[in-house]
C-alpha cells in the first residue's frame, strides 16, 4: 500500500457460514445463532490513546462479549469524518457489499455516529447500524441482573435513544431484538418522546431514592468506623476475581463467592463484602464497575449512585491487567474518569494477572515507597500521586500478602494505637472496638478491660465520650502528626 493511502481491509470470518452463496433472508433470531456482525473502524487526525489496531482489537471484544460473531472488518483513514456518514460514499458502498457478502446481520462502527449519519448509513448499506455506545449499552442491559442496574441501564438506554426518535419512524421497526435493542430498546414502536421523556423523570426519582439509600448505608459504616477499600480500573482487569480472592482469604464467614469471567463488564453492580484484614481489623471491601476508553456519558450520569461507592471509600485499589501491553494506556484513562469524578483517595496501583507475564515471581514486589511500576518494569502514570505499587495474581492467589501489607500500611495513616479501658458494666463498648478498629491485646482487670487496638482517630474521642478511659495513645506517623497538627 502506497505512504499516506486509505487503510482498507475486509476480512471474512473462516467459517463455512460465511462461505460464499445466495444470502440467508432470515435474521439471526430466525437462524437461532448468534448475530452475524461487520466491524467498520475510522481513523482521522491524531488519533486517541489507543492506536488504530488496539481501537478494532477492543471493538472485537466488545462485539463478542455481546454475543455477536465478527465476521469481517473494514477500515478507513480521512481527514475528517464525514458529517453525513461519517465514511466517504465509496466506503459506504464498499461496506453494503460487504453485509450482503458476509451475510451480516448487524454493522458495528467503532465511533459514535450522530443521529443522522445512523440514519443515512442505515439507508444507504440496508442493513442495521449501531455504534459503539449502543453496543456498549447493550451489553450493559445483558449483564444488569439487579433492580438498580437494570433501572440505570435503562436510563442510559432512553437518554441515549430520546435525540434518535426525531424522523425514525421507519428504523424503530428493528426495534424487535438483537444487539443494540435489549432492555429498554424492546418498547413498542408507537413509543414517542414525550413517554420517554416522563420515563426518564421516573427513573431519575428511583434513582434519587437508590442514591439516598445508599448515602444512609455509607453513614453507619462511618460511625461504625470501618475502612472501605474499592477495587476500581479497566474492564476486564480482573478486579471480581480478585475480589473473590480477598473474600475466600480474609472473609468473615463461609458463603457463595462470585467469581470474575475472562469478558468486559462481567461486573455491574456493585458488591461489598467484610472481611478481616490483617493488621486493620474489620474491612469492607467494594467490588465495582469497570471502566473503558469512551465511556458514553450516559452510563456515567446513570451510574452516579454506584460510583460514588468509590468516592466514598477510604483507598482505591486501581486494578491493571499487567499481561497487556497497552496497560500504561488504560491506567491513564482510569485515572482521568477518575479525575473527572471527584476521587481524592490515596490510590495503590495493583498489577494484576502476573502470572501470565514472563519470569514474573512473587519475590519481585517491592515496597510502596518505591512507586508504581508495571509488569515490564516501566513507570505507571500517575507515579507522584498514587501511593505505591504491588505486583500479584489474583487467579492463583500469588501476591496476596504484600497487597495485605501494602493496604494494612495505607489504612493505618489517621488510625492511633491507644490502649482505653472499659468497664465490665459496658460490653457493648468493648464490642464496637472490635467492630471499629484491630485488636491488638486485651487483658482483664479487677473492674474492666484494658484493651489494646488501632483505632480511627475519630472513633478514640467517641469512646472516651461514652465511657472509655484513654491509658495510652500513640498515633502511625500520619496520623499522630494530624493529632499533634489538631491539639496545637
Not at 165 to 180: D, N, P, Q, T, Y
Not at 264 to 279: I, S
Not at 299 to 319: G, N, P, Y
Request: glycine share 12%.
Amino acid at each position: 500500500m502506497a505512504p499516506g493511502a486509505p487503510a482498507t481491509s475486509a476480512v471474512p470470518a473462516a467459517s463455512a457460514a460465511a462461505a460464499a452463496g445466495p444470502q440467508d433472508p432470515r435474521t439471526a433470531q430466525e437462524r437461532r445463532g448468534p448475530e452475524r456482525a461487520l466491524l467498520v473502524g475510522v481513523a482521522w487526525g491524531r488519533g486517541g490513546r489507543l492506536s488504530f489496531d488496539e481501537r478494532m482489537e477492543e471493538l472485537r471484544e466488545l462485539a463478542r462479549s455481546a454475543g455477536a460473531e465478527v465476521v469481517g472488518e473494514i477500515r478507513q483513514r480521512r481527514g475528517r469524518p464525514d458529517p453525513a456518514t461519517l465514511i466517504g460514499p465509496g466506503k459506504v458502498q464498499e461496506v453494503a457489499e460487504a453485509r450482503r457478502r458476509l451475510e451480516a446481520d448487524v454493522i458495528i462502527f467503532d465511533r459514535n455516529l450522530t443521529p443522522a449519519q445512523q440514519r443515512n448509513l442505515e439507508r444507504a448499506i440496508g442493513g442495521k447500524v449501531i455504534d459503539r455506545t449502543q453496543l456498549i449499552l447493550d451489553i450493559f442491559a445483558a449483564r444488569a441482573r439487579t433492580r438498580e442496574g437494570q433501572l440505570q441501564v435503562e436510563l442510559a438506554q432512553l437518554q441515549y435513544l430520546l435525540p434518535r426518535l426525531v424522523g425514525m419512524g421507519e428504523a424503530l421497526s428493528r426495534l424487535g431484538g438483537g444487539i443494540g435493542t435489549r432492555g429498554p430498546g424492546e418498547t413498542r414502536l408507537e413509543v414517542d418522546r414525550r413517554r420517554i421523556r416522563g420515563r426518564i423523570a421516573e427513573l431519575r426519582r428511583m434513582l434519587s431514592e437508590v442514591r439516598r439509600h445508599r448515602a444512609v448505608q455509607r453513614r453507619g459504616r462511618r460511625r461504625a468506623g470501618i475502612p472501605v477499600v474499592a477495587l476500581v480500573g479497566y474492564t476486564n482487569a480482573g478486579k471480581t476475581t480478585l475480589h473473590a480472592a480477598l473474600v475466600r482469604r480474609f472473609g468473615e464467614a463461609a458463603g457463595p463467592v462470585t467469581a470474575g469471567r475472562d469478558r468486559l463488564f462481567d461486573t455491574l453492580d456493585p458488591t461489598v463484602r467484610r472481611v478481616v484484614w490483617p493488621g486493620v481489623g474489620p474491612v469492607l471491601v467494594a467490588d465495582t464497575v469497570g471502566f473503558i476508553h469512551d465511556l458514553p456519558p450516559q452510563l456515567i450520569a446513570a451510574f452516579r449512585a454506584t460510583l460514588e461507592e468509590v468516592l466514598d471509600a477510604d483507598l482505591l485499589l486501581h486494578v491493571v491487567d499487567a499481561s497487556q501491553p497497552r496497560w500504561p494506556v488504560d491506567v491513564e484513562t482510569v485515572e482521568a474518569i477518575l479525575d473527572d469524578l471527584g476521587a481524592r483517595q490515596p490510590r495503590l496501583l495493583v498489577m494484576n494477572k502476573m502470572d501470565r507475564v514472563p519470569g514474573w515471581g512473587p519475590e519481585a514486589n517491592r515496597p510502596p515507597a518505591d512507586g508504581p511500576v508495571g509488569g515490564d518494569g516501566r513507570d505507571a502514570p500517575g507515579a507522584g500521586r498514587d501511593a505505591g505499587a504491588v505486583r500479584l495474581s489474583a487467579r492463583t492467589g500469588e501476591g496476596l500478602e504484600a497487597l495485605a501489607a501494602a493496604v494494612a500500611a495505607l489504612l493505618e495513616r489517621g488510625r492511633w494505637r491507644v490502649t482505653v479501658w472499659v468497664p465490665y458494666r459496658r460490653p457493648d463498648l468493648r464490642a464496637r472496638i472490635h467492630a471499629a478498629g484491630s485488636v491488638l491485646a486485651e487483658e482483664p482487670g479487677p473492674d474492666g478491660w484494658a484493651v489494646t487496638a488501632l483505632l480511627p482517630e475519630a472513633e478514640v474521642g467517641r469512646l472516651e465520650r461514652s465511657g472509655c478511659r484513654l491509658v495510652t495513645a500513640a498515633g502511625t506517623a500520619a496520623g499522630a502528626a494530624a493529632g499533634a497538627e489538631a491539639s496545637s
